[in-house]
């Protein structure tokens, strides 16, 4: 099993803020590595697939780089909306996900 | 409008057996696979397993082993998981997901959710 390991385990920052979510794999995971949102009380929403390329409908101010075992996901000009619970996912094994970072608003 | 449909809330004893469904709308069912997820309240996400909604090829986390069964019914265009023995441990809100091979195996489309709840 693919182990992810997310830090931090929470983030707190302003509106405006660049926000920057770090996910690391027990073992290299090539590019199947993606990224969602969850709100409270929501299902997660997919944001980022393959590493780097957004989803449908997903702002640029969301973006995702990395490569092998170690991933980040970059939030641009933190908005309030962006509070959430932001989980990586491998998909180079059977499914697995990272435990979750959540970003809030100072 | 794509979206995936998934049955209501279950309560059930310690013991028994609960078959949660999704139904798929909106795009050609079998030209994607279907994982299943669960959260536990509060907690992170837990794959349960996925199925080729093509061929009928399943796989299960380790966890789950002998206590999961995901199936599918292609004429209704939904996917059904059985969680068996059930245990308190349990209790979680149960996903269903769309997984797109083209895109690294994502997955793009999420059922809202089913709370299953184990209580005696």
């Known amino acids: 099993e693919i182990v992810l390991t997310q830090s931090p385990a929470t983030l707190s920052l302003s509106p405006g803020d660049s926000a920057t979510l770090s996910c690391r794999a027990s073992q290299s995971v090539g590019t199947y590595l993606a990224w969602y949102q969850q709100k409270p009380g929501q299902a997660p929403r997919l944001l980022i697939y393959?590493?780097?390329n957004r989803a449908t409908g997903i702002p640029a101010r969301f973006s995702g780089s990395g490569s092998g075992t170690d991933f980040t996901l970059t939030i641009s000009g933190l908005e309030p909306e962006d509070v959430a619970v932001y989980y990586c996912?491998?998909?180079?094994?059977?499914?697995?996900f990272g435990g979750g970072t959540k970003v809030e608003i100072k | 409008q794509v979206q995936l449909v998934q049955s209501g809330a279950e309560v059930k004893k310690p013991g028994a057996s609960v078959k949660v469904s999704c139904k798929a709308s909106g795009y050609t069912f079998t030209n994607y696979d279907i994982n299943w997820v669960r959260q536990v309240p509060g907690q992170g996400l837990e794959w349960v397993g996925w199925?080729?909604?093509?061929?009928?090829?399943?796989g299960y986390a380790q966890k789950f082993l002998g206590r999961v069964t995901i199936t599918r019914d292609t004429s209704l265009s939904t996917t059904y998981m059985e969680l068996d023995r059930l245990r308190s441990e349990d209790t979680a809100v149960y996903f269903c997901m769309r997984e797109v091979r083209q895109w690294r195996r994502a997955n793009d489309i999420w059922g809202q959710g089913t709370m299953v709840t184990v209580s005696s």
């Open positions: 199925l080729s909604l093509h061929s009928g090829s399943t």
């Open positions: 393959a590493v780097s």
């Open positions: 996912q491998q998909r180079s094994d059977w499914p697995s």
